[in-house]
């Protein structure tokens, strides 16, 4: 048990059935990703796997199970976000399928306002209607029916870096969210060509980006955000760069394109991790592996980086960790670490 830290996991609908009783106890929060906004009302179209929950619930019944809203390319919320009425759907749609389907609260994962990097609508209005979007839905779960739970949550995933609070005044979205998941994962990749670690807890020097998981939770505190609230997010899969030169084992190299999404840990421990010609290494200044194999180069979180992890959250006061996503670590090698990194000894 993680001694009142969040020990949070995403799960894909579809991938329910991976929540083993061991990994429910592990875990305070558990994600289910994702429900979406169509005709500007919230829904969730595999409700069937939802059935999964009883079981989950019964391994832990101080779980947290939480409906989670949006993700990468989803869209609609610029628009219900733009009017009173539109506000007012969203939050009653949503909270009606916690009502519904038994849930623990809503978790808002909107990439990103302001932003339509994903191909969705976007104003800078958003940057004052995502606080009020969030704020209708707080003020619908704080009308509980008779007999209901008096506790629903209401969290959101916010990007790593500047550009997330530019669009957002987060100063005023954390007096009404239990709990902010900083997505400290795809740091890099998807947009740069040069390699690096996606998901490290410390700047490397060397290294162009400055981002790392230390600096993006501090530039939420500076924003208003307190540490008590904030999670710090671990991936369960790779970033890959391929055409990479063979120079320093890869590491900070400009490659043949940007890093695409990679294999999760299960399928890194099985076919990549000095095997199949691939050779980690450890980067101790990021405190983050990376695998080379003389020309793909490989990011990713294992149980050492996780352990660095864990130490940074319990000293520094922060929320704990969460991770995207659960089927990726088969054998719960990385959930265990970091309940365990996460508890008191």
Not at 125 to 134: I, V
Not at 182 to 204: A, I, K, N, P
Request: hydrophobic letters at 40%.
């Amino acid at each position: 048990m993680s001694s009142g830290f969040c020990v949070g996991g995403y799960v894909v609908g579809s991938a329910l059935d991976s929540v083993s009783t061991a990994d429910a106890a592990r875990l305070t929060h558990l994600f289910v990703a994702f429900a979406v906004i169509e005709d500007g009302t919230v829904v969730y179209r595999n409700p069937t796997e939802l059935a999964e929950l009883l079981r989950i619930r019964a391994a832990n019944p101080d779980l947290r199970i939480i409906l989670s809203v949006g993700g990468w390319g989803a869209g609609g919320f610029s628009e219900a976000a733009a009017t009173a009425e539109g506000r007012r759907a969203f939050a009653g749609s949503a909270v009606e399928l916690v009502h519904r389907h038994g849930f623990d609260g809503i978790d808002v994962d909107w990439e990103y306002p302001c932003y339509s990097a994903a191909g969705i609508a976007s104003s800078p209005a958003d940057r004052e209607n995502f606080t009020l979007l969030l704020a209708d839905t707080r003020d619908e779960l704080d009308r509980r029916p008779p007999g209901d739970r008096s506790d629903r949550l209401l969290t959101i995933a916010v990007g790593a870096d500047q550009y997330f609070i530019e669009g957002t005044r987060m100063d005023q979205v954390q007096e009404v969210v239990d709990l902010v998941n900083v997505m400290t994962y795809d740091m890099r990749g998807g947009f740069q060509v040069l390699t690096g670690h996606h998901t490290c807890l410390h700047h490397s020097a060397g290294d162009l980006y400055r981002i790392s998981a230390e600096r993006s939770l501090d530039l939420y505190e500076r924003a208003g955000v307190p540490r008590a609230k904030m999670a710090m997010g671990a991936a369960f899969y790779a970033r890959t760069w391929s055409d990479v030169p063979d120079r320093n084992h890869g590491l900070f190299q400009m490659s043949g394109g940007v890093g695409r999404g990679g294999p999760g840990y299960g399928e890194l421990e099985a076919s990549y991790i000095n095997r199949n010609g691939y050779t980690r290494y450890w980067d101790d200044e990021a405190k983050a592996p990376y695998l080379f194999d003389g020309s793909t180069f490989i990011s990713y979180d294992d149980p050492e980086s996780l352990r660095h992890k864990a130490r940074f959250v319990r000293a520094g006061g922060y929320a704990g960790i969460f991770y995207w996503q659960h089927a990726h670590d088969p054998s719960g090698a990385l959930l265990e670490t970091i309940a365990e990194g996460l508890s008191s000894r």
